[in-house]
DNA sequence: GGACCGCAAACTGTTGACAGATGACAGCCC
DNA sequence: GGGCTGTCATCTGTCAACAGTTTGCGGTCC
């Protein structure tokens, strides 16, 4: 009471002003630059003109630059020295190595869920699975997709600390890097969902161990769906020899579309 | 040997001109601020006056602007607008958190060891166990430590990819953030070095299942034995109620301490 | 005709400077 | 005397400019 009183009265709309006062532009930017990225407006690959960004932001190189750097640590792109930066090249071994940490880090989460066994958040994770049986029955892949995103979110938020969390987001992120593919068909719709169900059936069961291994056998079959649709043709020839991930060297995109400015029209 | 002879003949020492030319001196900025928050020389909570560490450093205050905002999103440091950025405050839960997550990742690298079963790598490992035992004979909680870093970077350089390893790397420097404290008592050597031929045996006798969880339960034991010491005195008040790693409103250090530069003396 | 060399443009790396904000101190009013 | 307001110093956020490097293109020599 006495905090609300000392408060402006108009806080209700969080835009405008109060970006604006607690974000610095960098750090917008660099919002701006991972959703480009996750979005695939960036593709894999691309390489990132710093002025060329800072003009299509309206902002000075700077902070487009900080916000680069930023990007690099977290593993999104990386960074050559008086070459430029360009989006990661994620190859076919490490989007499996990074299913194998997230289905380490998803048995965590389902263990603890297990232990804790709270009714509300079961709960609202039944109502996901029903959700998702819903969207499966009516060939909805989008919603499925949709839903799928939200049930592990809630399994990580319920189950695990906030650095696990964000541990999960960015390799999840890092898998996005992997080329973009079509999202779920329809028998691994029936097959992924039922693998939620026998997660929350352990959760339910409060047998930490069982949900543990069901929610590690969950993405491992999700890193099996997606080894099985195998590499798109595109891809085949560099994942097989090339650890990537610095593409000047490595994959033969950018470095020869490089400075298309200089040519008038 | 045709790159060899492309190149130029004093390839011999790699510091100084090689540096310069291939790092940027952001990146080399970054490392040293990493540097001075490991070895404790910017200790946890610890406020970054750019300018004062750009002077220190000899540089201008762009790269290091863009070494902190890297650091920040590795977790290393957390900034405040208009405000300034902090060395990261790891709370008790957190450093917990981080030893699940150690946990789980180990628990993998030793299953892929056990796996594999590649028998040079596995005499490595024993020839460290062996030299820990040593110096734990001799009472050398120095050498062990040591020893014992090289143990489990070798289990993850064997065991594990890359990004696993950046992982497993990045949570050690978080955990180092949780205050400085005795590295290890002679009866934790002794337990810990017990856990480590445990591991050993199960990696040897090809058994994943059982060298996962010897891996595991190895961290375990040092998440328990890092809780059994306790948290020290200082620590005891904001670990209990604050979720930290937001200095200037949670944690009372830094915000007092600022801006003492007016008074001439 | 092919390969080597030099030139120029574009871009990154780095610096210095300016504007805005924050926090503290001093003075003033009640 | 206590609380509040105005002012000031310091620091961060941002921008614009300079310097160095890489790269692509054209000319020239063999």
């Known amino acids: 009471m006495e905090d609300a009183a000392a408060e402006p009265a108009q806080a209700e709309a969080p835009s405008a002003l109060d970006i604006v006062r607690t974000r610095s532009l960098a750090s917008l930017v660099a919002q701006e630059l991972e959703r480009m990225i996750l979005s695939g ?13 800072a003009a299509r932001l309206g902002v000075s190189r700077g902070p487009v630059r900080e916000a680069v750097r930023g990007l690099e640590r977290s593993g999104l792109v990386v960074a050559v020295r008086n070459q430029g930066s360009y989006v990661r090249t994620v190859s076919a071994a490490e989007a499996l190595e990074i299913y194998d940490l997230r289905a380490a880090i998803t048995g965590l989460a389902c263990a603890e869920l297990a232990r804790r066994r709270d009714a509300a958040g079961l709960s609202a994770l039944r109502g996901l699975v029903r959700g998702m049986d819903a969207a499966r029955r009516a060939g909805d892949a989008r919603a499925y997709y949709a839903l799928n995103l939200d049930f592990h979110d809630a399994l990580l938020r319920q189950g695990a600390g906030p650095r696990t969390q964000r541990l999960h987001a960015d390799l999840g992120n ?5 080329r973009r593919r079509a999202l779920v068909e329809a028998e691994n719709m029936r097959a992924s969902n039922a693998e939620h169900a026998t997660i929350l059936r352990a959760i339910a069961a409060g047998d930490p161990a069982a949900a543990r291994a069901a929610g590690e056998a969950h ?13 798109d043709k ?9 650890g990537t991930h610095d593409p000047p060297p490595g994959a033969g995109g950018p470095r020869r579309a490089r400075r298309r400015a200089r040519d008038p029209g």
Do not use: M, S, V
């Open 174 to 178: 890092e898998l996005h890097l992997f």
């Open 41 to 53: 407006a960036l593709p894999a690959g691309e390489r990132l003109n710093e002025q060329a960004l």
């Open 219 to 231: 993405i491992a079959g999700g890193k099996r769906r997606f080894r099985d649709t195998g590499p």
């Open 234 to 242: 595109t891809e085949q020839e560099e994942t097989d020899h090339a």
